[in-house]
């Protein structure tokens, strides 16, 4: 079995509780509260205002700059206000917020089930219509689509890769839209690749998804281009550089990404939007959200359309009884939510709940040296300096020990017998280095 080189943990995957649920459709809700920035880079700008009536699909934000992303009603209803609401952190962002009255939806759009495989349209406008539809990464980084596809001058891509490994403990909504989804994920890889001019398709799945690895090898005998690459159950298996170097044995270089080794790197639902975008003129205002923790009753995989309250999807499986802590995500990449009622964004990969027993974090002790964080790096960097030089505010120091290349997966803190809170020092260190790094970038233009 293939993997990455360095570092990596083995966490339980806890997938038990929701790998068995079929996906299966939300009920509309009787308000969604629609984020104006549910991806990387500017937030798009409001077109519409209170009062004013609009379908399922239709565009609702436009984007702010090339680094953002189209922004598209989820139902047809009336817009009831167009202000700041708190997110799952409880920051307030700018949103539409819109009265449900049906599921009528802009003139176009195919809901049918009917598979399309024959790709008409030239790689350039692939791109324009992943940028119309509002597609973004649906692994969680949410970057627009249309700008990874767009290979910059004196870069060429060589092959696409599809990280169907969804390592995240908990997490089942990648393996579900394979099982459920195969032929529709593999004809949007297929767009994918067209899009970038490669004819060579790699998709990275774990080991521990046997049946997945299966359906697709089946499936995609009829692709001479797409090869299933099984891969060993390691986490972060699923992070843009392991993936790369566990599939190509290339490695990505410090500071660089993954088109510097000719690679570039889309989800399963990515692949999944961008074939309905491209197939079905069909925008990203719904997908599929993993439900689960073993406090649940019915821990589900559900299709829920963009802008409903989390809350709702945690009634519907059987409520808040026992629950220390909600997660926005798996347990490793995921952040704690403030905000239960927050909604459900483009981003939105799943919504665990942690019993009260295991949501308190252990009291931190003193550093005894033992560098098990520095072995379970999968970036090779020194998470017991870096959270130092960060607590320190010594940001020089961080910036020049590459911490920007830190990708916030957790398994620094995971090992750490002291139970230190490295990861967070992490994260703010990163972001204040990342912000320097920008500022020097716009004074030089």
């Given at each position: 079995m293939k993997t990455f080189p360095i570092g990596g943990i083995h966490p339980s995957d806890n997938k038990q509780y929701s790998k068995g649920a079929a996906i299966e459709r939300f009920p509309l809700p009787k308000t969604v509260v629609i984020p104006l920035a549910q991806h990387i880079g500017a937030p798009a700008v409001a077109c519409v205002a209170k009062g004013d009536k609009v379908l399922a699909g239709q565009v609702i934000g436009t984007a702010g700059g090339f680094v953002s992303s189209n922004i598209h009603s989820s139902v047809s209803g009336t817009v009831t206000a167009v202000d700041a609401k708190a997110d799952a952190q409880g920051m307030m962002k700018p949103c539409v917020t819109i009265a449900v009255?049906?599921?009528?939806?802009?003139?176009?759009?195919d809901l049918s089930d009917t598979l399309v495989k024959n790709i008409n349209l030239e790689a350039k406008d692939i791109i324009a219509k992943v940028s119309e539809m509002g597609i973004v990464g649906m692994g969680g980084a949410t970057f627009p689509t249309?700008?990874?596809?767009?290979?910059?001058?004196?870069?060429?891509?060589?092959?696409?890769i599809i990280n169907a490994v969804e390592c995240e403990p908990y997490l089942t909504a990648d393996y579900r839209v394979m099982l459920e989804k195969g032929e529709q994920l593999l004809v949007g890889a297929r767009i994918l690749a067209?899009?970038?001019?490669?004819?060579?398709?790699?998709?990275?799945?774990?080991?521990?998804?046997?049946?997945?690895?299966?359906?697709?090898?089946k499936l995609a005998d009829a692709y001479v281009e797409i090869e299933i690459v099984p891969l060993k159950m390691r986490y972060p298996q699923g992070g843009e550089k392991q993936l790369i170097a566990a599939v190509t044995s290339r490695q990505v270089p410090s500071g660089g990404l993954p088109i510097d080794v000719g690679a570039v790197v889309q989800n399963v639902g990515t692949a999944l939007a961008v074939y309905e975008a491209v197939m079905k003129n069909k925008p990203?205002?719904?997908?599929?959200?993993?439900?689960?923790?073993?406090?649940?009753?019915s821990p589900k995989n559900l299709l829920v359309r963009v802008g409903t309250p989390m809350s709702e999807l945690i009634a519907y499986c059987g409520?808040?009884?026992?629950?220390?802590?909600?997660?926005?995500?798996?347990?490793?990449?995921?952040?704690?939510?403030?905000?239960?009622?927050?909604?459900?964004?483009?981003?939105t990969s799943g919504v665990l709940l942690i019993p009260t027993a295991e949501s308190l974090r252990q009291k931190p002790d003193t550093c005894i040296r033992c560098a098990k964080c520095v072995e379970a790096c999968p970036m090779g960097l020194e998470p017991y300096l870096l959270s130092k030089l960060s607590k320190k505010e010594m940001y020089d120091e961080c910036e020049a020990h590459n911490i920007a290349d830190c990708i916030e997966c957790g398994c620094c803190t995971f090992s750490c017998p002291a139970y230190l809170p490295l990861l967070d020092w992490l994260r703010i260190g990163k972001g204040e280095v990342m912000k320097r790094m920008r500022a020097r970038a716009a004074a030089k233009k």
């Open positions: 009255e049906g599921d009528e939806w802009v003139e176009g759009v249309h700008v990874k596809l767009s290979v910059p001058p004196g870069k060429k891509a060589e092959c696409l067209k899009a970038i001019g490669v004819d060579k398709i790699y998709i990275g799945i774990e080991n521990n998804k046997p049946d997945a690895i299966a359906a697709l090898k990203l205002v719904e997908r599929v959200v993993t439900v689960t923790g073993s406090t649940l009753a409520g808040m009884e026992g629950v220390g802590k909600v997660v926005a995500g798996g347990p490793m990449m995921g952040r704690a939510v403030s905000n239960v009622d927050a909604p459900v964004t483009k981003g």
